[in-house]
Structure formats: structure tokens, C-alpha cells
């Protein structure tokens, strides 16, 4: 297992319009997700795609996700490489700005625990970056 925390980020956008995004299937897409798959269990979004790794290979990740409006969302890996990984991500309001933090415990089958967490940082840095020009279209 390994800790991950990633904090100080800020999205150009108040905390309803990041809330908005996040809640958008058409808007809220990243690029390191592959063949994507989506349905609901209950109130829970189920999420299913194929995430490259930093040494070029491919995972398969099944989530949960436990959402929170408008405080944030816990994401619960239910299958795959990273089955019992838990984080969870919560924003902070500042005016027209909104913060963001993710914390969370990864687990992963068959990368090290350094690779996870470069692995999951990288994704949650491509996340941001596309979420920051993705809340310009809405």
C-alpha cells in the first residue's frame, strides 16, 4: 500500500461549476482512460477502462464511485490491478476559484508501490489539466 495526498491544486471555476463538470458524461472525459465502460449500481457510478502505466503496459480498472454534491467523491477500485484501492477527492470554495485534494491508499497487483503512486499522480496531473480546459465549455 501506499499514501497518496495531492493538494494546492485550483480550478478556475467556482465550486458549482466544477461540480457540474463532474457530473457531466459528455464533458468529463480523460485521456488516459481507454475503452470506457459505465453503468450504475444503485446511486453509484460503476466505471471500467484500461489505464496505460508509466513503463508502457496496460491495466484494467473497475471503480466505484460515492458521490457527495457538493463536497467531492470517494472513488472505491472494485476490480483489476488496483482492487482495494480507496481515494478520495473534495474541493474547497474560494470564491471563483476551487480548490482540490485527493487522499487515498493504492494497492496494485503487479506495479511496485513506487510505480502506483507514479502511476496515480500522473493520472490525477492529466485529470486536472483536462478538467481545467473542459470547465471552459461549460
Same mark, same amino acid.
Given at each position: ?27 468529463? *472525459?480523460?485521456? /488516459? ?15 471500467? /477502462? ?17 458521490? /457527495? ?24 470554495? *474560494? ?32 485529470? /486536472? ?7 471552459? *465549455?461549460?
Amino acid at each position: 500500500m501506499v499514501f497518496i495526498m495531492d493538494e494546492g491544486s485550483t480550478f478556475n471555476g467556482p465550486l458549482d461549476k466544477v461540480w457540474k463538470l463532474a457530473q457531466s458524461e459528455t464533458e468529463h *472525459k480523460h485521456s /488516459f482512460q481507454k475503452n470506457v465502460k459505465t453503468s450504475m449500481e444503485g446511486e453509484r457510478p460503476i466505471m471500467s /477502462f484500461d489505464a496505460q502505466t508509466p513503463n508502457g503496459g496496460w491495466v484494467k480498472q473497475t471503480l466505484k464511485m460515492t458521490m /457527495f454534491p457538493p463536497v467531492g467523491f470517494t472513488l472505491e477500485y472494485m476490480d483489476g490491478d488496483f482492487v482495494g484501492s480507496k481515494l478520495m477527492q473534495y474541493y474547497i470554495p *474560494k470564491g471563483n476559484k476551487t480548490g482540490v485534494t485527493v487522499v487515498g491508499e493504492i494497492v496494485s497487483k503487479s506495479l511496485s508501490p513506487d510505480m502506483a503512486k507514479k502511476m496515480v499522480l500522473k493520472n490525477l496531473e492529466t485529470a /486536472f489539466n483536462e478538467d481545467q480546459q473542459n470547465l471552459k *465549455k461549460l
